[in-house]
């Protein structure tokens, strides 16, 4: 929160806050202004005093004499993230349903530790906004307990501890609303927008590293890892020593690898299927040799797949890496004029699934799904629960992974032994990851975004002149992300400039290069976790939070990019103005569009 009064100023009183926030809004956004209502009467706030069981601050008073809070319609003039202030009605009924929840929650404290915020809702608490929702899930507290905090400001949200925010009161926050209208000022990292009239909070235009590192560059110039040193033993020390024990072993776990089996599919080719771009990390690997390597700063977290042959089948096998063979884009890749079954295990379930000529086969009409319980818990004596270590979680789910692949055998003559094949050195490589299918969610109708009327914008707007205007906001977007870096995407964005609409080709330049920004951003993405939730072989990465943000963005804008090239115009329209960086995207889609003859207000 960051407000222009100095600390060493005296702080305006909660009239002259009140006075300043009426008059910009009244300037700006008389929408919004006219949703404040009028002041609250002396008699109102007693009444609600006696009813509460407590007196109200001081500045709460001055404040509801200013305004009994606002009224909750489209447009209401809310304060950043912590929504709009509640006037009498709200702060009794938010109250008392507090209070009630509160006494069913067991207190966090005891009597010797009586600490303010060590209580889920205390009974001098008042809930002075009605937060994001607009209900008493999440908002402002005003503590009205004598003590230290008293009249202090704190942030409520129902799944979190209560926690006092930097405000030490309410004229210190009305203060900072003021500063913040006046100045656009960020708020919870939102700064104050007046829009048609009405008073929104929006993000302010994001800094985006211009050249984040990367990992995949890193990637290529580092060695791949060889075979770990052979252990040196122990020199004897002085005396003699022996260790007598009774140990069980363990039976070993079964290989059971995930599986794709392709009728007639040559091992180099299922490579290139699977997502493998180029020769320069193909060679011949055993099922340890790929693993160890895949968990190396040379693979940069790329999955990495191993290919071969059984009988008249290509196989393909993945070693290790985010689950590549288990993904209907994957397999429609595969079973590219082909036919190809998948064999794969996920902890309960053993799943066998066909596809045909890139589809599945029959409707899915063949596919097998077996699942298991899971048997490691056994009941003890006395009624609890305990995990038997070292033996199998499902052995119903390896059961059926044996049974269905010994039916793979009898119907299609495929006689694939797990175990050879872990040991047996393979054709692989890294795995370029093809992009995923748009979700079927996201490809839905949009009728409002970021505040803008867009079923009203795509209906009074000609096609050809929004094409135009949201070609010239994906450039935009290109440029603040960094995307147009890229000269795959510079030579797109310049067909699209001319009213062009390319093809997205599977494997061309484009293609691989927005697979490439995905594949960056997943390396970098452990830049976010602290150290502690990194395992503890896991190497270090000379990469910063800013450098996943900028690929993030990057790939983002990617995707933006494919979708405007696939999908009908209003819904590509809702992802290039929801992904805009900059605070001033509604003043640039007014220009773009008055430059092809239209307007937004029009």
């Not at 009140?18 to 008699?43: C, K, N, Q, Y």
Request: glycine share 8%.
């Amino acid at each position: 929160m960051t407000s222009t009064t100095s600390a060493a100023e005296p702080l305006p009183t909660v009239e002259d806050s009140w006075a300043r926030i009426d008059a910009w809004l009244a300037e700006h956004a008389p929408l919004s202004r006219a949703l404040l209502r009028p002041p609250a009467s002396s008699g109102a706030i007693a009444a609600a005093e006696q009813r509460l069981g407590l007196t109200f601050h001081p500045d709460l008073v001055a404040s509801l004499r200013c305004h009994d809070g606002t009224e909750l319609s489209e447009g209401a003039p809310v304060f950043a993230l912590n929504g709009p202030f509640a006037g009498i009605t709200g702060i009794v009924d938010n109250t008392l349903f507090l209070r009630d929840v509160g006494e069913d929650v067991e207190d966090a404290y005891d009597d010797e530790d009586d600490h303010e915020l060590n209580a889920y809702w205390r009974h001098e608490w008042l809930l002075i906004t009605h937060g994001v929702a607009w209900d008493a899930q999440d908002g402002l507290f005003l503590t009205c307990r004598a003590g230290d905090d008293y009249g202090r400001v704190g942030d409520y949200f129902n799944e979190d501890a209560p926690s006092f925010s930097e405000w030490p009161s309410l004229r210190a926050a009305l203060s900072a609303f003021a500063d913040a209208l006046e100045r656009r000022l960020p708020i919870g990292g939102r700064i104050p927008l007046a829009v048609d009239g009405a008073l929104i909070w929006e993000e302010p235009t994001r800094t985006v590293k211009a050249r984040p590192t990367s990992l995949l560059d890193l990637a290529a110039r580092t060695p791949e890892p060889g075979p770990p040193p052979a252990p040196r033993p122990e020199p004897p020390g002085n005396g003699t020593y022996a260790t007598i024990g009774f140990v069980r072993s363990r039976a070993p776990q079964p290989h059971q690898p995930d599986v794709v089996f392709a009728e007639g599919v040559h091992p180099d080719e299922l490579l290139l299927r699977a997502g493998v771009v180029g020769r320069e990390t193909v060679r011949a690997r055993t099922h340890a040799e790929a693993a160890r390597s895949a968990a190396s700063p040379w693979a940069a977290a790329r999955p990495l797949v191993r290919a071969g042959r059984c009988g008249g089948w290509g196989f393909v096998t993945q070693s290790a890496g985010t689950e590549q063979l288990t993904r209907p884009e994957v397999l429609r890749r595969l079973a590219r004029d082909t036919r190809v079954v998948a064999l794969t295990k996920r902890g309960p379930e053993v799943r066998v699934t066909v596809y045909e000529n890139g589809a599945p086969y029959a409707d899915g009409a063949h596919d097998r799904l077996v699942s298991s319980p899971r048997e490691d818990y056994v009941r003890l004596p006395d009624g609890d629960w305990a995990q038997t270590v070292g033996v199998d979680p499902w052995p119903g789910s390896t059961a059926a992974y044996t049974d269905l692949l010994a039916g793979l055998r009898d119907a299609c003559g495929i006689d694939f032994d797990p175990d050879r094949v872990r040991d047996e050195p393979l054709s692989s490589g890294l795995v370029l990851p093809v992009l995923e299918d748009i979700p079927e969610w996201s490809r839905r109708p949009v009728s409002e975004i970021r505040h803008l009327d867009l079923d009203a914008l795509v209906e009074r707007t000609p096609e050809p002149r929004l094409r135009t205007a949201l070609a010239a906001q994906l450039r935009r977007l290109a440029a603040e992300t960094g995307l147009d870096t890229h000269p795959e995407a510079t030579l797109v964005l310049a067909a699209v400039d001319r009213g062009e609409t390319p093809e997205l080709v599977e494997d061309g330049p484009l293609d691989l290069r927005m697979r490439a920004l995905v594949a960056e951003a997943t390396a970098a993405r452990p830049a976010l976790e602290p150290s502690w939730r990194r395992g503890r072989d896991a190497p270090e990465l000379p990469v910063t939070r800013e450098d996943f943000e900028a690929w993030q963005l990057r790939a983002d804008a990617a995707d933006t990019l494919r979708r405007f090239l696939q999908l009908p115009l209003p819904i590509a329209a809702a992802s290039i103005l929801h992904r805009r960086l900059s605070e001033e995207w509604r003043d640039e889609l007014d220009r773009d569009l008055e430059a092809r003859g239209t307007a937004r207000g029009n």
